[in-house]
């Protein structure tokens, strides 16, 4: 069965840190990967996109995240994070052979002041 | 521009009661989505429309949910009867007709059901 996994479900960041967190998807064929965040309070919003080409995308806020096919992957980083940045982050996943999205578990970041 | 319009925000039934939600998708929005997401985990989908025909709803439990999307525009999901474990909130989302089908967001619906 098709299925997105984010390997980690809290993290806890002092400001400055880097991040990177984790997504694999299952195997079946080509896909359209997306990162989507939910700040406190707030509704779910695309945070950045990747369909084809270039696989390292650039998203809002500094965020980028690497496509590396050989592992299914499709990692979110940013360089130095902010304390605004504290919010839930999904990873998702369209099989382009179908409709479907499947959204990863959820990481909560939370960044200290 | 108007964002994925949801009611209600939020709702309390008990067991074996009725209860339906609705949305309006951002205009000419041409695919809606509902999803149900339980606590600690991502929302999951339950039906997908294009314009108002169903292009998915493979984990739609259809004994006791409903959804409906007339005339293409608004929709409306439903559960009747609802048990404990639909306890969750319930998100719309649209898409435009050639996005890729990045999704934009409603607030939500959460419902408890005691």
């Known amino acids: 069965a098709q299925s997105v996994s984010q390997h980690n479900h809290h993290v806890i960041l002092s400001e400055a840190a880097s991040l990177e967190l984790g997504c694999n998807y299952s195997?079946?064929?080509?896909?359209?990967l997306f990162w989507y965040v939910q700040y406190p309070g707030q509704h779910l919003q695309l945070l950045l996109k990747y369909f084809s080409g270039d696989p390292l995308v650039k998203g809002i806020k500094g965020f980028e995240a690497e496509f590396i096919k050989s592992k299914f992957s499709f990692n979110l980083r940013k360089p130095s994070v902010q304390w605004s940045d504290t919010a839930e982050y999904f990873c998702?996943?369209?099989?382009?052979?179908?409709?479907?999205?499947?959204f990863g578990a959820g990481t909560r970041l939370f960044v200290k002041a | 521009e108007a964002g994925v319009a949801q009611s209600p925000r939020y709702k309390i039934i008990e067991k074996r009661q009725s209860v339906a939600f609705w949305c309006n998708p951002i205009?000419?929005?041409?695919?809606l989505y509902w999803y149900q997401q339980i606590l600690g985990q991502g929302p999951k989908l339950l039906i997908q429309?294009?314009?108002?025909?169903?292009?998915?709803d493979s984990q739609l439990p259809k004994d006791r949910f409903s959804a409906e999307r007339l005339k293409g525009v608004d929709s409306t999901l439903k559960i009747q009867p609802a048990k404990l474990e639909d306890s969750a909130v319930y998100l719309c989302?649209?898409?435009?007709?050639?996005?890729?089908?990045?999704?934009?967001f409603g607030p939500g619906t959460r419902l408890t059901v005691t």
């Open positions: 195997y079946g064929g080509t896909v359209n």
């Open positions: 205009s000419g929005h041409a695919t």
């Open positions: 989302a649209s898409s435009p007709e050639a996005s890729g089908y990045e999704q934009y």
């Open positions: 998702a996943v369209r099989y382009t052979g179908g409709f479907k999205t499947i």
């Open positions: 429309f294009q314009n108002n025909g169903v292009v998915d």
